[in-house]
C-alpha cells in the first residue's frame, strides 16, 4: 500500500508541471479581440467565483493559496475591471460573497471558450479509447479528492 501512494505522489509530482505547460494556457494568455487583460491569478479567481457563485473571501483563498494581502489586492483589481462584485451575505451580514458582474461573467464565456479550443487541439489528437481511459482516470482522481 506505501508503494502505491508513493506512486500516486510522483504521478502528481509529474502531472502538475504537465499540466501547467500543456493546458493552463488559458490562463497565461488572453485571445486578441479579448476587451479585458487579466493574468492568470485573475482568471483562475474568475473561474472559481463563477462555480462557486457566492463564494467568501476567505473560501476563495484557500482555493487559490493565497494570503488576505494578496487576495484582497487581487478582488480589488477584478472590482475595478467591472468584472466582480462584493455582496454582503444575507445570513450573514459580517461575510461579504463574491459575485461575477454581467461583464464577468461575458468575460467568463470568453475564457471557456479559449479553454475548450486548447483542450480540443490537444485532446483531439488521441484516439477514442484514450480520450475515454483518460476522461474515467480523472473522474476517478476528482471523486477521490472530494472525499479527502
Not at 467565483?49 to 493559496?65: A, P, Q, W
Not at 478582488?75 to 468584472?83: F, K, N, Q, V
Request: glycine share 4%; net charge positive; hydrophobic share 35%.
Amino acid at each position: 500500500m506505501d508503494k502505491q501512494i508513493e506512486e500516486i505522489e510522483q504521478l502528481f509530482t509529474e502531472f502538475i508541471p504537465l499540466y501547467h505547460k500543456k493546458l493552463s494556457l488559458i490562463f497565461r494568455k488572453d485571445d486578441e479581440d479579448m476587451e479585458y487583460k487579466c493574468n492568470k491569478n485573475q482568471k483562475r479567481a474568475i473561474l472559481l467565483i463563477r462555480k462557486e457563485r457566492g463564494v467568501i473571501l476567505s473560501e476563495l483563498g484557500r482555493y487559490l493559496d493565497l494570503r488576505k494581502g494578496s487576495l484582497t489586492s487581487l478582488i480589488d483589481s477584478l472590482e475595478r475591471a467591472g468584472l466582480v462584485e462584493r455582496r454582503l451575505d444575507k445570513q450573514d451580514r459580517r461575510k461579504t460573497k463574491l459575485f461575477l458582474t454581467a461583464a464577468g461573467e461575458e468575460y467568463y464565456q470568453q475564457i471557456m471558450l479559449q479553454s475548450k479550443r486548447t483542450y480540443y487541439k490537444l485532446f483531439s489528437k488521441l484516439p477514442k479509447e484514450e480520450i475515454e481511459k483518460c476522461r474515467n482516470g480523472l473522474k476517478d482522481v476528482v471523486s477521490v479528492l472530494k472525499i479527502l
